[in-house]
């Protein structure tokens, strides 16, 4: 079947859902850390290089995946695929440092690489697929990257109870190399486009000195970072918030599935809501003012640290949520706002060098968060460091990036 939704929504969604896992790291950083005997701070490195190649891969491969689809899709399910496979064995046959670094290696560089090329191939063939509505479409692929956690948390926690850790990565790495090569052999795209060599000679050095693009890059970052530390440290959060509860281990259970929706409603829903308003930078105001606004209030509640009733438990799940919310609103809405701003024929390029943001803040976000807490062993300071971190891009949104000018640097 020859149709949008068969050669360019499924596959994404194949894809997408299979690399986003890289989200379920809090699940089993500290199985690992403890099944090696290695500090969480040492074993985390892992998932910050995963992050950082993700983002790097995708700078670089932006013109590749452009001229090439099949090859770039292939390539994101090999690295992923080999990435989760070599992570399981080094667990199962390695010990202390050697397991480490070959952990370093699988997780943080080669299935970094897969992470990066697989986000990035199926986004321009959507936006082609759905020439009208490209937040949608975009809202469609991303979403699965976020959807992506709550579908694989209950069955990471089966195969690791049941199983254990090194054989949860075998049999999934197995499992995503299926649904990622029916993703490769799907995904096309539409009749009658072809991409040539003069569609992607946009400069590297043009598109970094754009002011736009420098004010996307740097509020991108900020969203990422913030929701970084958050992210990362979602269970540990829900440990010390509820740890007087009753039911701690429902809510551990559940908390994180729910956070993983909201992940990727927000991914679908901000991008929507992109395509409904004239200007689609509208979208990253209303990210980073509801993020300031639920961040500041667990700070000035105590919610997470003096969790004593219901109104604190639901502060602290809201803090969550639309955390989760936001962070997935600024991934899905990028593309469809790069394109507004500099035209599709590059728009795999730019997006790619836009997606390095991502590299750098999969370094310093969960870092920043290792960093704070070994310093104060407090939460709440967590939340403030974000709540700054917010206003900061709420101002650089309004005064860097703007309206959409008339001319742009970059154009179709």
Not at 107 to 125: R, S
Not at 177 to 202: D, F
């Amino acid at each position: 079947m020859n149709n949008k939704w068969m050669r360019a929504a499924v596959p994404a969604l194949l894809i997408h859902c299979s690399v986003g896992t890289v989200y379920c790291w809090s699940i089993f950083k500290e199985a690992i850390a403890t099944q090696l005997k290695l500090s969480t701070f040492a074993v985390g490195w892992a998932f910050s290089l995963a992050i950082f190649f993700l983002g790097m891969s995708a700078a670089f491969a932006g013109r590749f995946v452009e001229m090439d689809i099949h090859k770039s899709s292939l390539i994101a399910c090999i690295c992923f695929s080999v990435g989760m496979v070599g992570t399981g064995l080094s667990i199962q046959f390695l010990k202390g440092y050697a397991a480490l670094a070959a952990i370093y290696l699988f997780y943080g560089v080669i299935m970094g690489i897969g992470l990066g090329v697989g986000y990035l191939t199926p986004v321009k063939t959507l936006m082609l697929w759905f020439s009208d509505n490209k937040g949608l479409a975009t809202g469609i692929s991303i979403m699965g990257f976020g959807l992506a956690k709550a579908i694989a948390t209950p069955v990471m926690n089966f195969l690791q109870d049941r199983y254990g850790i090194s054989m949860m990565f075998i049999i999934l790495g197995c499992i995503y190399c299926a649904l990622m090569y029916l993703g490769h052999l799907m995904l096309k795209k539409p009749e009658g486009w072809t991409e040539t060599a003069a569609s992607t000679k946009t400069g590297v050095k043009d598109i970094v000195k754009n002011r736009q693009f420098i004010g996307i890059w740097l509020m991108f970052f900020i969203n990422i970072h913030c929701g970084l530390m958050i992210i990362s440290y979602e269970k540990q959060i829900l440990n010390i918030a509820f740890a007087a509860s009753a039911s701690l281990a429902v809510i551990i259970s559940v908390i994180p599935s729910l956070t993983a929706a909201f992940n990727a409603l927000g991914r679908i829903g901000y991008s929507t809501l992109s395509d409904k308003l004239k200007e689609r930078n509208t979208v990253y105001k209303i990210i980073f003012i509801s993020c300031i606004i639920i961040s500041f209030v667990p700070v000035i509640t105590h919610s997470i640290t003096n969790n004593t009733g219901v109104i604190c438990s639901a502060i602290v799940i809201a803090f969550l949520l639309i955390i989760n919310a936001g962070y997935g609103g600024g991934f899905s809405t990028l593309p469809a706002l790069l394109s507004e701003r500099f035209g599709m024929k590059q728009i795999s390029q730019i997006h790619g060098i836009a997606l390095s943001a991502w590299a750098v803040a999969g370094i310093t976000g969960n870092n920043t968060s290792e960093l704070i807490l070994k310093a104060s062993g407090n939460y709440e300071h967590l939340l403030i460091v974000g709540c700054v971190l917010f206003v900061a891009a709420l101002i650089i949104c309004v005064a860097v990036v703007g309206k959409k000018p008339k001319n742009t640097a970059i154009e179709n």
